[in-house]
């Protein structure tokens, strides 16, 4: 997969980047000329995804302040420069209704969603965008402006984050773009629990017909932290194959909202 645009010679943050869309989007950006710095929680599998992009990695929790500031440290230290960062990162954790959530479960999914991508656009900022300019991609969802069965604090949290993404565009211009991608249903491990045992009736809903694939995503992101988007900032890119428009083709429900409300949270990766 490579894009029509290039990055060479330009440095990337990826957070959550050793599989899913993280994953497809550190390759994506390495394939458009990029070196990326990525980093997942477990050392291993970021050991590898950087030995693999030829790229570097940090092992950590992005809900660790202190980890933030070391991975940006390590970005300018090994490229000299940080031109992009990616806030993939994310938990769909607690899952179930509002009523029973446990407020310290609900406010460490804040600290993950949208308290890690303010701190690592933050210290970029400092760092290097401040003076040198860059652009910034927020991962949200699809399911950001309504609302689903057992998705609340995932919905809720993702909503805050669209603002963010909105705010700090606002703050951050004309020296930093900072726009958001908004993913409908993609096969992910993250969201198996919600397409493994309805994918048909989920994809016959869809105008096109098929469930999102990681590099759908990640091509919409690539686009955005490029030139060829320098003229578009506080922007939220919907890439979700036409739920939103799946009225018009079909007089059923929806198959995503009826998989959730099927499942359970121990039904979670």
Known sequence: MTPPYGLKGRAAIVTGATRGIGLAVA??????????CVTARNAQEVERT???????GLPGDVSDPAHLHALTDLCVAEFGRLDIVVNNAAT????????????????????V????PLRLTQHAWRAWMRDHGGA????????????????????????????LTR???????????????????????????????????????????RIGDPEDIARAVA??????????????LVV?????????????????????RSRTPGDLP
């Open 50 to 56: 950087a030995a693999a992009l030829g790229g570097s």
């Open 92 to 111: 769909n954790r607690p899952y179930g209704p509002l009523m029973t959530v446990d407020p310290l479960d609900w406010r460490t999914a804040f600290t």
């Open 240 to 260: 979700d194959g036409g739920t939103r428009v799946r009225a018009a083709q079909s007089a059923r429900g929806s198959a995503v909202q009826a998989a959730l």
């Open 113 to 116: 969603n949208v308290e890690a």
């Open 27 to 36: 390759r994506a950006l390495t394939e458009a000329g990029a070196r990326v």
């Open 223 to 236: 686009w955005l932290a490029s030139d060829a988007a320098q003229w578009v900032t506080g922007a939220d």
């Open 167 to 209: 705010q700090l565009a606002g703050e951050l211009a004309p020296k930093v773009r900072v726009n958001s991608v908004s993913p409908g249903l993609i096969r992910t491990e993250m969201a198996r629990f919600v397409w493994q045992h309805a994918e048909q009736q989920i994809t016959d809903t869809m105008p096109l017909g």
């Open 136 to 163: 910034v991609v927020n991962i949200c969802t699809e399911g950001a402006d309504h609302v689903g069965p057992n998705t609340g604090t995932y919905g809720t949290t993702k909503s805050a984050l669209l603002h």
